[in-house]
C-alpha cells in the first residue's frame, strides 16, 4: 500500500496513527461518563460486588464481540458465532449429564466448535460465498439441529459439569470473577494476534484488499478459515462462560448477544467494511453497552426506550466514527 | 447524415419470435425453475395430504403473506446495492401502529388508518435511506440500528399484544374462509401499480444502475442519493404492507425483537433464493415471492414424510447455502476463458 501511496499522502501517515488514541480516549470518555451516571443514580455501583457483576456480564459479550471483530476484519461478519455458543454449550450440558467426564465433554464442545468455524471458514473462503449468507445459513442450520436434538440424541437433562460453573459464575479472587480471566487471556492472546503476528497482518491485509494480497501471496482462503474458526472457538468459550454463569441451556442462551456483539465491535471502532479496527476498542464497546444496561436497568427503564437508547448509541457513535475518519476513508476508496 | 451512418452501430435484425422465447428463457431461467421447484413441492404436498384443496392453498398464500412483503421490502433494496436489517423491525412496528390505530374502527377508517401507515412507513424508509447516504455509515451497521429504534418504538405503542382490526379490513388481505385470491390478489396489485411503472422508469434504471456499479452510475451522471433514498421509500412501502398483513392476519399486534429478527432473516433467504444477487443490481420481484413460498413448503412436506418438520430449518439453511454456493461457482466459471 505505500509504494503506490502519492507524495501528497504520505505525510499525512502519522496522524492517522495517532486518531486511534484519540477515538481510544473518547470511548474511554463515554465509558466513565456512563459509570459516573451510574454513580450518580446508585452510589454502590462503585462496589466490588456491583464491579464483579458488571464484568460477569461483560465478559461473554466481549468474547462473541472479539468473534465478530475478527470476521469483521477481514470485512466478513458471523451471524452463527451466537448459535455455536449456544450449541457448545449443549453439547457440554448433555454430555455432562450423561455421565462423561467433564474434560471429554468440554472437547466435544470445543470440536462441535471447530467443525462449524471450519465450515464456515471453508465456504467463505474457498467457496466464496457471502460471509453473511454463510453464516446466516449455518445459524438456521444449528437452530434446527438443537431444535430436533434437544428432543433426541442431545435430549434429557442438561448440567452443567462443576467446573464449568465455577467458571461461569464463581470467584477468583476478591471480585474478579473466574471468567474475568478467561476473558483477560483470551484478550491478551486476541490482541498479540492481531498486533504482533503474521497471521494478524494478513487479517488486516485481506480486510483492507482482498485483491491485492491474493495477487501478494496471501493464501487469502487459509486466512479466512483461520478467522472463523477462531470466532467459533471464542463463540465457544463464551457459551460456555454463559452456560455456567446460568447452570442451564436453553435454545435462546445466547441469541441476544448477536446484534449487541456487532454494535460493541462497531462502537469500538472496527469497520465492517474490513482492514480497520482492533480487539481494544471492541472491549471498550462491550463495556459501554453491559454499563449502559446496567444503567437503564438502575433506571427502571421500560424494554422500549432501551431499545431506542440502545439504537441511538449505535448509530450516533457510527455516524461520529465515521465522519472523524471519512477524509482517510474517502481517500482509500478513491485511490 | 450519410457520412456519419458507417459509425452508427448497426441494429440487430428484429428478432424473430423463437428467438425472444430462448432469451426470456434464458433470462429467466431461474424464475423458472423456482416455478418448477415450486409445482414440485405443491405436487408432493397434494400426494400426502388427505383431500388436499384450497384450504392447504389458503394456509400457503395468507400465512406467508406478510414474509412475501418483507422479502419484497428486501429485494428493492438488495438491487439497489444495499441491505436492510431493519426490514423485520419496521414490519413489527407498523404491525403495532395499524393494529393500535384500527382497533373498533369501521372499513372506511380503517382504510384510512392503512394509508396513514404506508406513509408513516415510507416516511420511516425515506429517514432510513438519508442516514445511509448523509452518514456514510455502512447499511448494515444503520439498519441494526434503526431495528432497535423500531423495536423501541413499537414497545411504547403496544407494551403487550394488543390490538385488532375490523374483520371486513382482515378479509382484504386474508380473505374469507378458504378463499386464497385475496392475498394474490394483495401481492399483485402493488407490483403492477407501484413497482412495474417505477422498474421502467428512469429512476427505476437508476436503482439498477446503482446496485450494479456505484462508480459507473456516478459517472453516467446517477443521482445515487435519490435512487438510494427511492428504493429504501418503497421498501418502507412494503414494509408497512407486511405490517398491515400481519394486523390482518393476527388480529392485533406484537412487538417482539425475535419476531422481528426471524421476519429479517426470512427475507433475506427468500432474496437470496430468489435470484436477486446480494451484490446488487440483479433480479427481480417474483423470483423472491417464489422462494417464499418454496422456503415455506419445505417444512411442510417433511412432515408429511415423517421427518421432524424441525429439521425444515436445516434443509433451509443448506438451501440457502447451495444456491449462494453454487452461483458463486458459477460467476467463477464462468468470468474464467
Keep these: ?335 | 447524415m450519410t457520412v456519419t451512418a458507417p459509425l452508427v452501430p448497426q441494429l440487430p435484425p428484429p428478432t424473430r419470435p423463437h428467438v425472444r422465447a430462448i432469451r426470456l428463457l434464458r433470462d429467466e431461467a431461474w424464475t423458472g425453475a423456482l416455478v418448477v421447484l415450486l409445482a414440485v413441492l405443491l405436487i408432493w404436498q397434494s400426494t400426502q395430504v388427505f383431500r388436499w384443496g384450497a384450504f392447504e392453498l389458503d394456509t400457503l398464500f395468507v400465512s406467508t403473506l406478510p414474509l412475501v412483503f418483507l422479502a419484497l421490502a428486501q429485494t428493492v433494496v438488495v438491487i439497489a446495492g444495499g441491505i436492510d436489517l431493519s426490514v423485520g423491525a419496521q414490519m413489527v412496528l407498523f404491525n403495532c401502529v395499524s393494529g393500535s390505530l384500527m382497533l373498533h374502527a369501521g372499513l372506511g377508517t380503517a382504510l384510512l388508518y392503512a394509508v396513514v401507515t404506508i406513509v408513516l412507513a415510507m416516511a420511516a424508509g425515506v429517514l432510513t435511506g438519508w442516514i445511509v447516504t448523509v452518514s456514510g455509515v455502512p447499511d448494515i451497521i444503520v439498519t441494526l440500528a434503526t431495528s432497535f429504534v423500531w423495536v423501541g418504538v413499537a414497545l411504547w405503542i403496544m407494551p403487550e399484544p394488543a390490538g385488532g382490526a375490523p374483520d371486513s379490513f382482515r378479509h382484504i388481505f386474508i380473505g374469507s374462509g378458504t378463499a386464497f385470491w385475496p392475498a394474490l390478489l394483495c401481492i399483485a396489485v402493488p407490483l403492477l401499480l407501484i413497482w412495474t411503472p417505477l422498474r421502467r422508469s428512469r429512476m427505476g434504471l437508476s436503482i439498477y444502475a446503482l446496485g450494479s456499479d456505484p462508480q459507473a452510475a456516478f459517472l453516467a451522471g446517477v443521482d445515487a442519493r435519490r435512487a438510494r433514498i427511492t428504493a429504501y421509500a418503497v421498501a418502507g412501502l412494503f414494509t408497512a404492507l407486511a405490517g398491515l398483513s400481519t394486523t390482518a392476519y393476527t388480529s392485533g399486534g406484537q412487538a417482539s425483537l425475535v419476531v422481528a429478527n426471524t421476519a429479517t432473516l426470512g427475507a433475506v433467504a427468500a432474496v437470496v433464493l430468489g435470484g436477486v444477487a446480494l451484490s446488487g443490481g440483479v433480479g427481480g420481484l417474483l423470483g423472491p415471492i417464489l422462494a417464499v413460498w418454496c422456503l415455506s413448503l419445505i417444512p411442510a412436506n417433511l412432515l408429511t414424510l415423517g421427518v421432524d418438520p424441525s429439521y425444515g430449518e436445516v434443509v433451509r439453511g443448506v438451501v440457502i447455502v447451495l444456491v449462494v454456493l453454487g452461483g458463486s461457482l458459477l460467476r467463477r466459471m464462468g468470468s474464467r476463458p
Design chain 1, 1 to 335: 500500500m505505500t509504494v503506490v501511496q502519492s507524495p501528497e499522502q504520505a505525510p499525512e501517515q502519522p496522524a492517522g496513527r495517532r486518531r486511534v488514541p484519540a477515538a481510544m480516549l473518547a470511548l474511554i470518555g463515554v465509558l466513565v461518563a456512563l459509570a459516573l451516571a451510574n454513580g450518580l443514580v446508585d452510589v454502590s455501583f462503585f462496589t466490588l460486588g456491583q464491579l464483579r457483576n458488571t464484568l460477569l456480564l461483560a465478559a461473554p459479550l466481549a468474547l462473541i464481540a472479539g468473534a465478530q471483530t475478527l470476521c469483521m476484519l477481514t470485512g466478513g461478519i458471523d451471524l452463527s458465532v451466537t448459535m455455536t455458543a449456544t450449541a457448545v454449550a449443549y453439547v457440554v450440558g448433555s454430555r455432562a449429564a450423561a455421565g462423561d467426564s467433564t474434560v471429554t465433554a468440554l472437547l466435544l464442545g470445543l470440536v462441535a466448535a471447530l467443525v462449524i468455524g471450519f465450515v464456515n471458514g471453508l465456504a467463505i473462503g474457498l467457496f466464496g460465498v457471502n460471509p453473511l449468507i454463510m453464516t446466516l445459513g449455518m445459524s438456521a442450520i444449528l437452530t434446527g439441529v438443537l431444535t430436533v436434538g434437544s428432543q433426541s440424541f442431545l435430549g434429557g437433562a442438561t448440567r452443567m459439569p462443576q467446573v464449568v460453573k465455577t467458571l461461569g459464575r464463581g470467584t477468583f479472587l476478591g471480585p474478579l470473577p473466574w471468567n474475568l480471566l478467561l476473558w483477560a487471556l483470551l484478550a491478551v492472546g486476541l490482541v498479540v494476534l492481531l498486533r504482533r503476528t503474521g497471521l494478524g497482518r494478513l487479517i488486516y491485509a485481506v480486510g483492507d484488499n482482498r485483491r491485492a494480497a491474493r495477487l501478494a501471496g496471501v493464501r487469502v482462503w487459509q486466512v479466512e478459515t483461520a478467522v472463523y474458526v477462531l470466532a467459533a472457538v471464542l463463540g465457544a468459550f463464551a457459551g460456555i462462560l454463559i452456560g455456567g454463569r446460568s447452570g442451564a441451556v436453553d435454545l435462546q442462551l445466547a441469541s441476544s448477544l448477536l446484534l449487541p456483539s456487532i454494535a460493541a465491535a462497531v462502537i469500538g471502532g472496527t469497520s465492517i467494511l474490513g482492514g480497520v479496527g482492533g480487539y481494544g476498542g471492541t472491549v471498550l464497546g462491550a463495556l459501554i453497552l453491559t454499563v449502559l444496561d446496567t444503567l437503564l436497568t438502575r433506571l427502571s427503564v421500560g424494554e422500549s426506550l432501551r431499545e431506542l437508547v440502545q439504537g441511538g448509541i449505535l448509530l450516533a457513535l457510527a455516524w461520529a466514527y465515521v465522519s472523524s475518519t471519512r477524509r482517510a476513508t474517502t481517500r482509500r476508496r478513491s485511490g
